[in-house]
């Protein structure tokens, strides 16, 4: 049984900060990429982080320099630090397997909500 379960949404200010987590279970963490992503009203969902087993990071340019994504293999959770956050970011957040690695394995779950807004 595999669980992706993801928290640490909420409402914030421009220039606000979120730190999520996504809890992992039933998966090989250690030795799997994982990601962070991300999907807005009306929008195509989309890349946000992603963090290899070796801790090689890439960031989508939209997000760089702003968020940073990290991972606690004894606690098989992955985090997203997200800093000067803009409206723009507003959408619900999900955390996968890196898709360009392992497309379609794990289902997709419930994301959690993050909203930029004054």
């Known amino acids: 049984q595999v669980q992706l379960v993801e928290s640490g949404g909420g409402l914030v200010q421009p220039g606000g900060s979120l730190r999520l987590s996504c809890a992992a279970s039933g998966i090989s963490f250690s030795i799997t990429a994982m990601g962070w992503y991300r999907q807005a009203p009306g929008k195509q969902r989309e890349l946000v982080a992603t963090i290899t087993s070796g801790a090689s990071t890439n960031y989508a340019d939209s997000v760089k320099g702003r968020f940073t994504i990290s991972r606690d293999n004894a606690k098989n959770t992955v985090y997203l630090q997200m800093n000067s956050l803009k409206p723009e970011d507003t959408a619900v957040y999900y955390c996968?397997?890196?898709?360009?690695?392992?497309?379609?394995?794990?289902?997709w779950g419930q994301g959690t909500q993050v909203t930029v807004s004054s």
């Open positions: 996968n397997l890196d898709q360009n690695r392992y497309r379609g394995r794990i289902n």
